[in-house]
Each structure stands twice: as structure tokens, then as C-alpha cells.
């Protein structure tokens, strides 16, 4: 079946400091995939749609600057947190467009900024 | 705008007891619908999905769900549940079966031994 891989599983990093979350397709290609954002005990939101070879769209709130999406290759998404402070601290969710037919979720990145 | 609601944040139940975990949704045209499995710390799992025809949907791990367009809802069942199945369980919508979904809040599931 088709796979999405999140790199890394896991992140620790200082406040002030940039970090970057990839989410690959494994076997298709992608040209749109999907940022979700989880806080402790809530729900999954959408944060932003990443889109091959062009800007991503934002959801409402999301502040763009912050969290920079850079959708560089028909496998390949990433989330880069600029500036991280403690309350970025989450569980980021990628999922990826097979194209016409499904979508499948990375399984996750758990950040948490010190 | 579609959303997804699910009335019951947290359920308790008894190992070999049957489940309900009840989703309702709104959507003006007919919605493409999942229910994912969520363990602590780790992703989602996709246990079944709705796009059309038969109204009752099985999954895996011996779920089911069932579409009533009259009552806008998806709720999503299992006969005997087993200790693990404890988890968080998200019911999602969507407009296409490849698009974005907007997820539910979640109902998390205990199981007692």
C-alpha cells in the first residue's frame, strides 16, 4: 500500500531555533499534501496545503511566516518551524494526495520546543 | 462549510461489550466520510470510509459504520470490543476521497479488563 514517511518522529529544540519536519510519499507521487497540527487531547486542524512547485494555501490563522512549507518535488513536503517558542510545541501531521484516489497520513512529528 | 461533530468526548466500556461511537456531520452535498484510530503518540490509522453505494461500511478490525443521509450522521460500531481498541477515535469528512478532511474532536475509548 501506499506509505507516507514523517522525518523526524521526534524533535526537541531550544526556543529561537528553526526546525524542520519532511513528509515524504514513498511509492507515488504528490503533488499536494496536507499540514495538520494536534495539540495534547484535541483534534487534528488543518494548518495549511502544500502544493508541488507552487505556494502553499493557509488556513485562516495559520501564520505563514512561522510555519514555512516548501513543496520542492513530487515526493517530498516540508513544514519548517522558524522561531520556535514552547506553545509550537505539538504533534505535526502530514498527509499526501495519491493522486484521484485516496490520501494517506505521514504518522506524525512530535515537537516540543525547551 | 463542512463540519464534523461527535457528541461523546470520552466512553468507557467493558472488554467483549458492543460499541457505538456516534459522528454527525454537515455538509451540503453528500460528504466522502472516515473514521480514524488514533493510538497514544502515534498516527492515523484509516479504519473504513464512505463515498457511496452501500450505506453500511465495513472496516477493519471488525468495525462497521453506517451512513443515514436523514440524520446526518456515521456512527461507527463494533460487537465486542477488545482492550485494544482503547485509543482515540476521529471521525473526519471530506468533499473528495483525496482532498483535505476536516476531523471531528475525537472520542477517546476506554476499555475495561
Known amino acids: 500500500g501506499a506509505v507516507v514517511s514523517q522525518h523526524p518522529s521526534r524533535v526537541i529544540c531550544k526556543s529561537g531555533t528553526s526546525v524542520k519536519i519532511e513528509c515524504r510519499s514513498l511509492?507515488?507521487?504528490?503533488?499536494?499534501m496536507f499540514w495538520y497540527r494536534q495539540f495534547p487531547k484535541q483534534s487534528l486542524m488543518l494548518m495549511a496545503t502544500?502544493?508541488?512547485?507552487?505556494?502553499?494555501?493557509?488556513e485562516q490563522g495559520v501564520e505563514k511566516d512561522k510555519f514555512l512549507i516548501n513543496h520542492a518535488s513530487l515526493t517530498l513536503s516540508t513544514l519548517t518551524v522558524t522561531s520556535a517558542h514552547p506553545e509550537d510545541s505539538s504533534f505535526y501531521i502530514c498527509?499526501?494526495?495519491?493522486?484521484?484516489?485516496?490520501?494517506?497520513f505521514g504518522n506524525g512529528t512530535r515537537l516540543t520546543v525547551t | 462549510a463542512q463540519s464534523v461533530t461527535q457528541p461523546d468526548i470520552h466512553i468507557t466500556v467493558s472488554e467483549g461489550a458492543s460499541l457505538e461511537l456516534r459522528c454527525n456531520y454537515s455538509?451540503?452535498?453528500?460528504?466522502?466520510l472516515f473514521w480514524y484510530v488514533q493510538s497514544p503518540g502515534q498516527g492515523l490509522q484509516l479504519l473504513l470510509k464512505?463515498?457511496?453505494?452501500?450505506?453500511l461500511v465495513q472496516g477493519i478490525k471488525g468495525f462497521e459504520a453506517e451512513f443515514k443521509r436523514s440524520q446526518s450522521s456515521f456512527n461507527l460500531r463494533k460487537p465486542s470490543v477488545h482492550w485494544s481498541d482503547a485509543a482515540e477515535y476521529f471521525c473526519?469528512?471530506?468533499?473528495?476521497?483525496?482532498?483535505?478532511?476536516?476531523f471531528g474532536p475525537g472520542t477517546s475509548l476506554s476499555v475495561i479488563p
Open positions: 498527509s499526501a494526495r495519491q493522486q484521484g484516489t485516496a490520501i494517506h
Open positions: 511509492d507515488f507521487q504528490a503533488t499536494t
Open positions: 502544500s502544493n508541488e512547485g507552487s505556494k502553499a494555501t493557509y
Open positions: 455538509y451540503g452535498a453528500t460528504p466522502y
Open positions: 464512505y463515498f457511496s453505494g452501500d450505506t
Open positions: 473526519a469528512v471530506g468533499v473528495t476521497s483525496y482532498d483535505k478532511v476536516i
